[in-house]
């Protein structure tokens, strides 16, 4: 279902340069889990915080089938409500720039998302081929990797069990961004502590069908600078580690905290200080929203 990009009931006309307001903010702490998340909430799963002016909850999904579902479902409400929507996923929204060349043959990164999504398998469960997709990606270099890392037991051809020399690429091992946020995992490291790999994998095509399916409402940033309804961003909740630690209530799992701080901070920032944010960064490598914001963030949550 495609959707136009024009005025919609509620939001009035906005005069060239000026900022829109959000309404809604949403941070997504996504998982790769293998199997449906316990019933009771527990670390390591999918974590869906959503915050407007008067009200904030979060929400625990399962599964990436059931977090998909509840993301449309809520964007769909904010469409229908005349609301703006800014939504924030804590993985990276792309690979470092040459990557996307080299596996699809064009440098735009949503040529990636849709390469992903039609290789991924991801079923209602979680069961998915993310390792086999890499191992299919490596299998293009002559070099070892870029991706690496995998589970005790697995015994893919071309995934090297231990982080190999990045060498031989036409493209660098880790993002602008990703050397200028302190702690940032590289896109290719699959297991491990602080591994991000494979959430980009499994949550790239699940982004490509919110895409798909809201057309020219919606935009990602820093990849498009045109204005819509709804306007997706990469996040990481590290950057307020310690106000996120100080502001976590008794018994809240860290992930469900994360995302809860990190979505009323955003969500407090003057418009126009979270319109420049969310326009800044590379266009083909993509950029952590908040990055260097830092203290304007956690001002926000103190106003």
């Known amino acids: 279902m495609q959707f136009g990009a024009g ?3 509620g939001h009035t006309a906005h005069p060239e340069g000026a900022a829109m ?33 008067s009200a904030g909850h979060v929400t625990y999904c399962r599964t990436r089938a059931a977090a998909q579902a509840h993301l449309m479902a809520r ?18 929204l792309a690979y470092p720039k ?8 064009s440098a735009d990164p949503f040529a990636v998302w849709d390469w992903m999504a039609g290789t991924i398998k991801d079923d209602p469960k979680n069961a998915n081929n993310r390792l086999d997709v890499a191992d299919l990606i490596n299998a293009r270099f002559d070099a070892p990797g870029p991706f690496w890392s995998h589970p005790v037991g697995k015994t893919p051809a071309h995934v090297p069990f231990r982080k190999p020399p990045h060498r031989g690429f036409a ?17 290719f490291q699959l297991y491990g502590n602080g591994a991000v790999a ?12 919110l895409r798909q399916h809201f057309g020219d409402a919606l935009a990602v940033r820093p990849f498009e600078d045109r204005d819509a309804p709804i306007l997706l961003a990469e996040v990481y909740p590290a950057i307020l580690s310690a106000e996120i630690r100080r502001r ?11 995302v809860r701080v990190l979505a ?28 260097g914001h830092q203290a304007a963030l956690i001002a926000a949550l103190e106003a």
Do not use: N
Request: charged fraction near 25%; glycine fraction near 8%.
């Open 7 to 9: 005025r919609r009931k």
């Open 21 to 53: 307001d959000i309404d809604t903010v949403i941070m997504v702490d996504w998982s790769a889990r293998s199997a449906p998340s316990p019933a009771k909430r527990t670390k390591d799963a999918i974590y869906v915080a959503e915050r407007t002016a």
């Open 75 to 92: 964007l769909e409400a904010a469409r229908a409500e005349g609301r703006r929507v800014l939504a924030g996923f804590d993985f990276p």
């Open 98 to 105: 040459g990557f996307a060349q080299a596996l699809t043959g």
């Open 171 to 187: 493209f660098a091992e880790r993002r602008r961004v990703e050397q200028m946020a302190p702690g940032a995992s590289t896109c």
């Open 198 to 209: 494979s959430q980009t994998l499994l949550g790239l095509p699940r982004l490509w069908a």
């Open 248 to 258: 976590q209530r008794p018994g809240e799992v860290p992930d469900a905290a994360q």
């Open 264 to 291: 009323s901070a955003f969500a407090a920032l003057p418009p126009r200080h979270l319109d420049a944010i969310l326009r800044e960064g590379c266009p083909e490598e993509g950029w952590i929203a908040g990055l």
